[in-house]
């Protein structure tokens, strides 16, 4: 109706004799003879035939375009408005869109770089999948990237999303489907997590009783898993946590799913010695072996070259002459893609050789952390002395050399 009306003005600008003309045109089947003049035919010519008619009487050029955007409905013989094309359509850059997969709410995760003077999405795709702008991070590459559809573009080094997260209205986030080698990304998700609380006491010779944050306090209220709804994922980072006189951890992980794991334990040790955190010191704890976090040295966590799942100290004994384990998880058919990329590395801060206390680790300065598209492989508290060290590998991917058992949602 709309092109009916946008016509009918069209014709306006004719004479009405023109317009009268043409009419005349479709009634005498194109004779423009009054002998032929049939009003039956003027009940059956259609809008088309006016067209023509005008057309032939005037010379004017009344047609309109039909090609893409504008089609006829056969149906009724009038002009209607098919699908418009979109504007990536039409953009010269719109190949590249097609090596992204579809977009998402979620906001990516890692540091984003924004890029300027951008006018289209499908420009956006062009400039990260062209690595057009520098990011923000030595080495890195964009692998996804945000826009609103216009002049938004904030590029991303990884495809990965943070679980929970949103974008503005109008916004979605894009990742590769597939490495520019082309191998297959994983579809990861960012979580993060936090463990139980055990109390924190300064003074272990006021509190005989109760946990205070050394060893035998912690086992599986300080548990660090990468598990949410069945599903396992890959360890990324984690550190101490306090709040008043309780510690715990937190840390993050790299979500997805059917990936299956193996438990393995450390072999067992003392949780420290006699005279560690005021054991031997205080008359009512003398046979108290001492129990401190320093003692985690003795304890390696090693998923040589497949990824840290979970891990978490297990003490046995009670508070007297207490030992200790550490049980961790490895992932199972998974391992990094490149073993030579694999890089190790310290905390930056000093929490001294024999912290008695899980606190002593709740800074900034002793946060393992992972750098974007890596997880943890190993690690090891306190060694060297009041320092964490651990290795970050690239994260898996499918279809390159290593073939992975993970499922495809």
């Known amino acids: 109706m709309l092109m009916l009306f946008a016509f009918m003005m069209c014709l306006s600008c004719l004479s009405s004799s023109a317009i009268g003309s043409g009419v005349f045109y479709a009634c005498s089947d194109g004779t423009m003879s009054p002998g032929d003049f049939d009003i039956n035919k003027c009940t059956n010519f259609g809008f088309n035939d006016i067209i023509q008619g005008t057309e032939t009487i005037t010379g ?6 039909t090609s893409e955007d504008i089609v006829v409905d056969p149906g009724t013989d009038l002009l209607v408005v098919g699908r418009p094309l979109g504007l990536d359509d039409e953009d010269p850059n719109a190949t590249f869109l097609d090596f992204f997969g579809n977009g998402k709410i979620q906001q990516p995760s890692g540091l984003g770089t924004v890029a300027h003077s951008v006018t289209s999405k499908a420009e956006c795709a062009k400039i990260c999948y ?3 702008v520098e990011m923000l991070g030595e080495g890195l590459e964009c692998n996804g990237f945000v826009s609103d559809g216009f002049s938004k573009c904030i590029l991303y080094p990884n495809p990965d999303t943070l679980d929970g997260s949103s974008l503005s209205d109008g916004e979605k986030s894009y990742g590769l489907k597939v490495t520019r080698t082309g191998e297959k990304f994983v579809p990861f998700s960012v979580l993060k997590f936090d463990t139980g609380l055990v109390t924190d006491r300064k003074d272990a010779g006021k509190h005989t009783n109760g946990d205070y944050g050394t ?9 660090v898993e990468c598990e949410k709804d069945g599903n396992n994922g890959l360890l990324t980072g984690f550190m101490a946590r306090s709040i008043g006189d309780k510690s715990g951890f937190n840390y993050s992980c790299l979500m997805t799913g059917g990936i299956s794991t193996k438990e393995t334990t450390t072999e067992e040790t003392r949780q420290g010695q006699r005279n560690s955190c005021g054991g031997k010191s205080k008359a009512h704890l003398t046979k108290h072996d001492g129990s ?3 003692y985690l040295d003795k304890h390696e966590v090693n998923c040589e070259n497949s990824f840290i799942s979970s891990w978490t100290v297990k003490p046995t004994g009670g508070w007297k002459n207490g030992s200790m384990t550490v049980k961790y998880a490895c992932t199972k058919d998974m391992e990094t893609p490149d073993q030579m990329s694999c890089e190790d590395y310290e905390t930056e801060g000093n929490f001294g050789s024999r ?7 709740a800074d900034t300065d002793h946060r393992v952390r992972c750098p974007i598209n890596t997880a943890l492989t190993q690690f090891k508290i306190n060694d060297p002395a009041g320092k964490i060290s651990y290795r970050c590998c690239p ?4 279809g390159g050399a290593t073939t992975y058992n993970t499922r495809q949602d």
């Open 292 to 294: 401190d976090i320093g």
């Open 60 to 65: 004017v050029d009344t047609s309109i375009d």
């Open 395 to 398: 994260k898996p991917v499918i």
């Open 355 to 361: 912290p008695c206390y899980l606190s002593a680790l």
């Open 130 to 132: 062209e690595n057009e």
């Open 215 to 223: 060893i035998w306090a912690m086992g599986g209220a300080t548990a």
